[in-house]
């Protein structure tokens, strides 16, 4: 198994710009979690999805982020129009539906805006 | 006040030496108890995870959790450089998938 696949690994845009992270969860998984990570503010989870279906958006910290999740095998997070304070690893993971033994995260994408 | 308190370190010990990491958590709901192990620019990888209280074992790793006290625990016996990372603590109440993670605590094993 190739684990959960994030794209791109790096991502620098300027300010005001759209950007659009992209996840490839593990096959058979049933929930999908957007986490953003800081040094300030640690993990910090944004939405998650089971079985495609946004279940708790909360963490979305402004209507500048939104994210999708149009099959079991593929999910976006995109930031329109992207800030300078956007600036940060974000992490997808995924788990299986039974019982709650962990996640398992992609390898992240480094996003910086200028 | 945060759900889960983690202290961040830096915290840096001798090759062999006993590593003791801990988390404690207000929210008595609480059931299922996770360490994850960060490298430097990798994602976070579950290194153990334990069901309400107990011991749990896994070659050099121990995890402990006192329900009672609201405390966990993770201990690394005979550590070794390759253990130099952050490890963050997690847990979450049963019947919800929504992890709560800790701040994390940098560990630094010196050769």
């Known amino acids: 198994d190739a684990g959960v696949i994030q794209s791109p690994r790096h991502e620098v845009t300027e300010m005001g710009q759209e950007v659009t992270l992209r996840c490839k969860p593990i096959s058979g998984h049933d929930y999908l979690f957007w986490y953003r990570q800081t040094m300030m503010r640690g993990l910090e989870l944004l939405i998650y999805f089971n079985n495609n279906v946004p279940i708790d958006d909360s963490g979305m910290p402004e209507d500048r982020f939104s994210a999708k999740m149009p099959n079991a095998s593929f999910s976006t997070l995109k930031i329109q129009p992207s800030e300078p304070r956007d600036s940060a690893v974000y992490f997808c993971?995924?788990?299986?539906?039974?019982?709650?033994?962990?996640?398992?995260f992609g390898s992240g994408t480094r996003l910086t805006v200028v | 006040q945060k759900e889960v308190e983690q202290d961040p370190g830096p915290l840096s010990v001798p090759e062999g030496a006993i590593v003791s990491l801990n988390c404690t958590y207000s929210n008595s709901a609480f059931q299922y108890f996770m360490w994850y192990r960060q490298y430097s620019r990798k994602g976070p990888e579950l290194l153990m995870y334990?069901?309400?209280?107990g011991n749990k074992e896994d070659g050099r790793f121990t995890a402990q959790v006192d329900k009672s006290s609201k405390y966990i625990s993770l201990f690394i016996r005979d550590s070794q450089p390759s253990d130099s990372a952050t490890y963050l603590c997690a847990m979450s109440a049963s019947g919800d998938y929504k992890l709560s993670f800790g701040a994390g605590t940098t560990v630094t094993v010196r050769a």
């Open positions: 334990t069901y309400s209280s």
């Open positions: 993971a995924s788990s299986i539906q039974t019982g709650n033994y962990g996640y398992t």
